[in-house]
């Protein structure tokens, strides 16, 4: 959640959709654009089905032939998969989507099919409930699974479509890192979000050992009630954005204008959070997750690092490492942000992106934040604090002398200048 100053803003809901561990191996696939006209997916089926009959004859003699499958999506209450398919030993006895909006990811849902007892077909009707609302646009990788009257099992290979919302006007701006959606927005949203994203690639690549395994989606509301709609029941109306692993995207209401701080500062920054996901483990709503994730911004509302300079400079700087740090929510939020920020700049200007990448890689293991850092830079906490904060210009010593070389022992102190 990118915070705006001086507006103290509700932490982003994030959805924590069940993560369903079994992988089917959702290979890299060839996104293919899928319209939900059930007339337009019919000519693909003999590609479909050649490979697919192949590797199932070669497994156990039974034939399997796709007739036709649909998506179609019912934005905003939903969306429905469909299959005609026919096993050569048995009639199809069952069937179920899986799918995912983040491929390469383990997160996954499921739906169980019925079977239409007029057409034959397999109907798998995915309806929004409660919280479980996904907002339009995200992409939508599914594949069939299925089973004859004899126990003979079928896997489709996967199929790409997107959860389309037309009933209204969007644009879609594509490119290689990232795809944009807006709507209610000026034209040049989607091309500046492209570009931004396209001049942090290289410093994600490197900040977190790769890029992401899917291509992140920035879904932009210009427009309340379309804001409203998809959100269902989670209309809170204080919510502005939030940014879901399991939909590999961002989803923002942009109110007022200013578009250069949405395309560089807000996107690059909540596309952060998306690597923080699926590359490591960080505590959520702390300093050290919203500073690193504003640590990408390439677009800043005010100089961060010199606001924080001034509080070093005036003997104001809280204590960091030891307990929680300063806080990221309510009337000061922006200030914890700061900080948090310029200790992971501090953190790159001293030990580089590499730095950064060794760090997030002990905490994805498991390793606490701060022996972490300890493992990083080969010192220790209170060297880390002390430099940090002569780095801002602190001429204070850190607020806590760690009073043993124990580690994970930390006596109760006052944070200085409190
Ligand atoms: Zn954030």
Redesign the pocket.
């Known amino acids: 959640?990118?915070?705006t100053f001086p507006f103290s803003r509700i932490l982003?809901v994030l959805l924590a959709m069940a993560v369903v561990t079994s992988l089917i191996g959702l290979a890299a696939m060839q996104a293919l654009a899928q319209s939900d006209d059930p007339a337009s997916t019919a000519e693909p089926d003999a590609t479909m089905e050649a490979p697919a009959a192949a590797d199932a004859t070669a497994a156990s003699d039974v034939e399997w032939t796709v007739n036709d499958m649909t998506f179609q999506s019912n934005y905003p209450s939903g969306f429905e998969f469909t299959l005609d398919i026919t096993s050569s030993a048995a009639p199809v006895a069952r069937g179920r989507v899986v799918w995912t909006h983040a491929t390469g990811t383990n997160s996954q849902r499921s739906q169980t099919a019925e079977l239409d007892p007029e057409t034959g077909e397999l109907v798998a009707d995915w309806v929004v409930q409660g919280g479980d609302a996904v907002p339009p646009w995200v992409g939508v990788t599914y594949t069939w699974q299925v089973t004859d009257e004899d126990g003979n099992a079928f896997e489709t290979e996967p199929e790409y479509a997107e959860y389309e919302d037309t009933t209204r006007e969007w644009l879609r701006v594509e490119s290689e890192d990232v795809i944009v959606f807006t709507e209610g927005l000026p034209e040049e949203v989607g091309p500046l979000t492209v570009d931004a994203m396209a001049e942090q690639r290289e410093t994600y690549r490197a900040a977190w050992g790769d890029l992401l395994p899917y291509k992140p989606r920035a879904i932009l509301f210009g427009d309340q009630d379309a804001w409203l709609e998809w959100r269902l029941g989670l209309q809170n109306p204080r919510v502005i954005g939030t940014?879901n692993e399991h939909w590999g995207a961002t989803v923002q209401i942009v109110y007022g204008g200013d578009i250069e701080d949405l395309t560089y500062g807000t996107v690059p920054?909540?596309v952060?959070?998306l690597y923080q996901g699926q590359f490591t483990i960080m505590t959520p709503g702390s300093w050290f997750?919203?500073g690193n994730?504003?640590f990408f911004e390439l677009h800043q509302q005010y100089d961060y690092e010199a606001s924080i300079r001034e509080m070093a400079t005036a003997g104001q700087l809280p204590a960091l490492l030891d307990g929680t740090g300063p806080g990221v929510s309510g009337n000061n939020a922006r200030r914890g942000?700061d900080i948090g920020y310029t200790f992971w700049r501090w953190l790159v200007d001293n030990y580089g992106l590499d730095g950064h990448r060794e760090l997030i890689q002990l905490l994805d293991k498991g390793i606490s934040r701060n022996e972490a850092l300890q493992t990083v830079t080969g010192l220790s906490l209170q060297e880390i604090e002390s430099r940090w904060r002569v780095w801002l210009g602190a001429s204070d010593t850190p607020p806590t002398l760690f009073p043993t070389p124990t580690m994970f022992f930390f006596p109760t102190v006052t944070p200085y200048g409190q």
């Open positions: 959640m990118k915070r982003t940014t920054h909540e952060g959070h997750i919203e994730a504003t942000y």
